[in-house]
C-alpha cells in the first residue's frame, strides 16, 4: 500500500520506516518539501502531493497543528486519514473534553476522509519495534468505517503489532486518556518510554493462548501488605473475588453486608470471613473495600461511621448508556468519592478489568496489571500491597486525579471484551 503521512518528526519517520521494512511504499507531506526523504525507500513531496499520491495516510503532527496540517491537505476524496495525534496540553492534561475527542475534531476538519485512530497509545520506540520477548505490544484502532478500521489494523499488524479493530470512532474518547495514561506512567511516575499495553487471552478453561516466555525480568513485586483488617462492602463478582484472594493471603475479612445468610457471604464465610452490619462497619478496619453498583454509593458510604484516616478503595465504575463516564467533566468516580467519604484517604484500585482477572490475575508468563491511584502515599503502598496479594502486577499511577484517564481502561477493557467475545482477557502492562 501507497501510505501518505504528514509530519516527518518522531512518530511519522518511524511509522514510515515501519512502513517500508513492511513492504509499503511511503511519501511524506513536509512544508519544507525542499527537504530530502528522512530515510531510503521513502519520498517527500507537499502536504497536498501525499494525499493525491497514497491510499492512506497517517496525520503525525502536533495536535495544535491539526487545522493548519488538514488545510493544507485538501479534499481525501474517500481515502483512510490514521489519525495518530493526542490533544495533550503542557500539563499533562487533555485539552478536548469527555464529550467528544481529538479524534472526532480532526474527522470535522478533513474533507471526505474515512477518519481512523491508531498509533496514539504507545511511544515511537515502541513502534520502532512492538516486540517484548514473545509478546507483542497491543494496538487499538477505532473508526466509523468498518473497512477503514481494517485495514488500519492490518498496517498494525504489518509492523507487528497485536492490533485489535474497535467499532466507532468515538472509542477515541478512550484512546486518548489511555495514551495520557501512558505518557504519566513513561514520563511522570518513572517506567521509561519503553512501556506498552499488552493484551493476554485464555480459554474460558483458563488455559492462556499466549505463547510461554521467561520474562523473570520482570519485577513484579511478591511482597504483599502485612496483615490488615479489610471490610468488604458487597462481595458479588470484585468483593468477592477480592475477599476469597484476600483470606487465602492471611488478611482478616469482614464482609459488610445486608444479607448473612446470602449464598455468596455463607461461602466467604466458611473460608474464614466474618459478617459485620453495613451500618458502622468502618469501625476496626484498616481498609474499607466499596465494591457496589455506583448508583449506590452515596446512600452506604455515610452508613459506614468515622471514615477519619481510614483507607477506603474504590473498586466501582460510573459507566451510563452508551459506554461513557458518568462523573462529570473535570473530575473522576474516586475523587467524587473523596467528597462523601469525610477524612478518608480514598485510593482507586480493583475497577480497570473484569472479575476474571481477579479470580487468576495470571496469563502465562504475565499478570493482569492493576493500576492504583490515590493522594496519601502510605494509603496507595498499602493498596499496592493487597493488588500484589492478589497476585496483580501491581502499578503505582499516582495521585487520584490519574483516575480520570486511568478509569478509561474499564471501558477499553469491556469494548475489547466485547470485539474479542470473551472474558478471559487481561491487559498488560510490558515492560523491556
Ligand atoms: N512522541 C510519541 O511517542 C507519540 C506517541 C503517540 C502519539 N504521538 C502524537 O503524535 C503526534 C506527533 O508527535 P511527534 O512526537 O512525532 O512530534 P514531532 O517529533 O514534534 O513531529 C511533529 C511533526 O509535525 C510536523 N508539523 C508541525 N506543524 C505542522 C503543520 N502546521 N502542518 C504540517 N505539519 C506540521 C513537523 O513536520 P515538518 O516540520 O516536516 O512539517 C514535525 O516534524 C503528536 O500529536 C503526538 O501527541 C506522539
Same mark, same amino acid.
Given at each position: 500500500?501507497?501510505?501518505?503521512?504528514? %509530519?516527518?518528526?518522531?512518530?511519522?519517520? +518511524?511509522?514510515?520506516?515501519?512502513?517500508?521494512?513492511?513492504?509499503?511504499?511511503?511519501?511524506?507531506? &513536509?512544508? /519544507?518539501?525542499?527537504?530530502?526523504?528522512?530515510?531510503?525507500?521513502?519520498? @517527500?513531496?507537499?502536504?497536498?502531493?501525499?494525499?493525491?499520491?497514497?491510499?492512506?495516510?497517517?496525520?503525525?503532527?502536533?495536535?495544535?497543528?491539526?487545522?493548519?496540517? @488538514?488545510?493544507?491537505?485538501?479534499?481525501?476524496?474517500? $481515502?483512510?486519514?490514521?489519525?495518530?495525534?493526542?490533544?495533550?496540553?503542557?500539563?499533562?492534561?487533555?485539552?478536548?473534553?469527555? +464529550?467528544?475527542? %481529538?479524534?472526532?475534531?480532526?474527522?470535522?476538519?478533513?474533507?471526505?476522509?474515512?477518519?481512523?485512530?491508531?498509533?496514539?497509545?504507545?511511544?515511537?520506540?515502541?513502534?520502532?519495534?512492538? $516486540?517484548?520477548?514473545?509478546?507483542? !505490544?497491543?494496538?487499538?484502532?477505532?473508526?466509523?468505517?468498518? %473497512?477503514?478500521?481494517?485495514?488500519?489494523?492490518?498496517?498494525?499488524?504489518?509492523?507487528?503489532?497485536?492490533?485489535? =479493530?474497535?467499532?466507532?470512532?468515538?472509542? !477515541?474518547?478512550?484512546?486518548?486518556?489511555?495514551?495520557?495514561?501512558?505518557?504519566?506512567?513513561?514520563?511522570?511516575?518513572?517506567?521509561?518510554?519503553?512501556?506498552?499495553?499488552?493484551? &493476554?487471552?485464555?480459554? !474460558?478453561?483458563?488455559?492462556?493462548?499466549?505463547?510461554?516466555?521467561?520474562?523473570?525480568?520482570?519485577?513484579?513485586?511478591?511482597?504483599?501488605?502485612?496483615?490488615?483488617?479489610?471490610?468488604?462492602?458487597?462481595?458479588?463478582?470484585?468483593?468477592?473475588?477480592?475477599?476469597?484472594?484476600?483470606?487465602?493471603?492471611?488478611?482478616?475479612?469482614? #464482609?459488610?453486608?445486608?444479607?448473612?445468610?446470602?449464598?455468596?457471604?455463607?461461602?466467604?464465610?466458611? #473460608?474464614?470471613? $466474618?459478617?459485620?452490619?453495613?451500618?458502622?462497619?468502618?469501625?476496626?478496619?484498616?481498609?474499607?473495600?466499596?465494591?457496589?453498583?455506583?448508583?449506590?454509593?452515596?446512600?452506604?458510604? =455515610?452508613?459506614?461511621?468515622?471514615?477519619?484516616?481510614?483507607?477506603?478503595? /474504590?473498586?466501582?465504575?460510573?459507566?451510563?448508556?452508551?459506554?461513557?463516564?458518568?462523573?462529570?467533566?473535570?473530575?473522576?468516580?474516586?475523587?467524587?468519592?473523596?467528597?462523601?467519604?469525610?477524612?478518608?484517604?480514598?485510593?482507586?484500585?480493583?475497577?480497570?478489568?473484569?472479575?476474571?482477572?481477579?479470580?487468576? !490475575?495470571?496469563?502465562?508468563?504475565?499478570?493482569?496489571?492493576?493500576?492504583?491511584?490515590?493522594?496519601? /502515599?502510605?494509603?496507595?503502598?498499602?493498596?499496592?500491597?493487597?493488588?500484589?496479594?492478589?497476585? @496483580?502486577?501491581?502499578?503505582?499511577?499516582?495521585?487520584?486525579?490519574?483516575?480520570?484517564?486511568?478509569?478509561?481502561?474499564?471501558?477499553?477493557?469491556? +469494548?475489547?471484551?466485547?470485539?474479542?467475545?470473551?472474558?478471559?482477557?487481561?491487559?498488560?502492562?510490558?515492560?523491556?
Amino acid at each position: 500500500m501507497r501510505i501518505g503521512i504528514i %509530519g516527518a518528526g518522531n512518530v511519522g519517520m +518511524t511509522l514510515g520506516s515501519s512502513f517500508v521494512r513492511a513492504g509499503h511504499d511511503v511519501v511524506y507531506g &513536509s512544508r /519544507d518539501e525542499g527537504r530530502t526523504a528522512p530515510h531510503a525507500g521513502a519520498l @517527500l513531496g507537499s502536504i497536498r502531493g501525499a494525499v493525491l499520491d497514497a491510499e492512506a495516510v497517517v496525520l503525525a503532527t502536533p495536535y495544535a497543528a491539526i487545522e493548519s496540517a @488538514l488545510d493544507a491537505a485538501g479534499d481525501f476524496e474517500g $481515502k483512510v486519514l490514521i489519525d495518530a495525534t493526542n490533544p495533550v496540553g503542557p500539563d499533562f492534561r487533555l485539552v478536548v473534553g469527555r +464529550t467528544t475527542s %481529538g479524534a472526532e475534531r480532526v474527522a470535522a476538519l478533513a474533507k471526505n476522509a474515512k477518519v481512523v485512530k491508531a498509533f496514539n497509545t504507545t511511544g515511537y520506540d515502541v513502534m520502532a519495534n512492538p $516486540k517484548f520477548g514473545a509478546h507483542r !505490544a497491543l494496538m487499538l484502532v477505532c473508526g466509523d468505517d468498518t %473497512g477503514a478500521t481494517a485495514t488500519v489494523a492490518k498496517l498494525a499488524t504489518d509492523i507487528g503489532f497485536d492490533a485489535i =479493530p474497535l467499532s466507532g470512532l468515538a472509542r !477515541a474518547r478512550d484512546l486518548e486518556p489511555m495514551a495520557l495514561l501512558w505518557i504519566q506512567l513513561a514520563l511522570k511516575r518513572g517506567l521509561g518510554r519503553n512501556i506498552a499495553f499488552g493484551l &493476554s487471552r485464555r480459554d !474460558a478453561a483458563g488455559a492462556s493462548a499466549d505463547a510461554t516466555v521467561n520474562l523473570a525480568a520482570l519485577d513484579l513485586g511478591s511482597v504483599g501488605a502485612a496483615k490488615k483488617s479489610v471490610t468488604m462492602v458487597g462481595t458479588g463478582n470484585i468483593g468477592g473475588g477480592l475477599a476469597r484472594a484476600w483470606l487465602r493471603a492471611g488478611h482478616d475479612v469482614r #464482609l459488610a453486608v445486608r444479607d448473612p445468610l446470602a449464598p455468596d457471604v455463607v461461602d466467604l464465610v466458611e #473460608l474464614g470471613a $466474618k459478617t459485620i452490619p453495613v451500618d458502622g462497619a468502618a469501625n476496626g478496619s484498616d481498609v474499607i473495600v466499596v465494591a457496589i453498583p455506583a448508583a449506590a454509593v452515596a446512600d452506604v458510604i =455515610p452508613r459506614l461511621g468515622e471514615l477519619e484516616g481510614k483507607i477506603v478503595v /474504590d473498586c466501582t465504575n460510573g459507566i451510563g448508556a452508551g459506554m461513557v463516564m458518568t462523573a462529570p467533566e473535570g473530575t473522576s468516580s474516586p475523587e467524587l468519592m473523596a467528597g462523601v467519604a469525610k477524612g478518608a484517604r480514598v485510593v482507586r484500585a480493583f475497577n480497570q478489568q473484569g472479575a476474571e482477572t481477579l479470580r487468576e !490475575a495470571s496469563f502465562d508468563d504475565l499478570r493482569a496489571v492493576s493500576f492504583v491511584a490515590g493522594d496519601d /502515599d502510605d494509603a496507595r503502598q498499602t493498596v499496592i500491597g493487597l493488588s500484589k496479594d492478589v497476585g @496483580l502486577d501491581s502499578i503505582d499511577a499516582g495521585p487520584l486525579e490519574a483516575s480520570r484517564a486511568l478509569d478509561h481502561l474499564t471501558l477499553v477493557w469491556l +469494548t475489547m471484551s466485547k470485539a474479542l467475545g470473551s472474558r478471559e482477557i487481561g491487559l498488560t502492562l510490558l515492560r523491556r
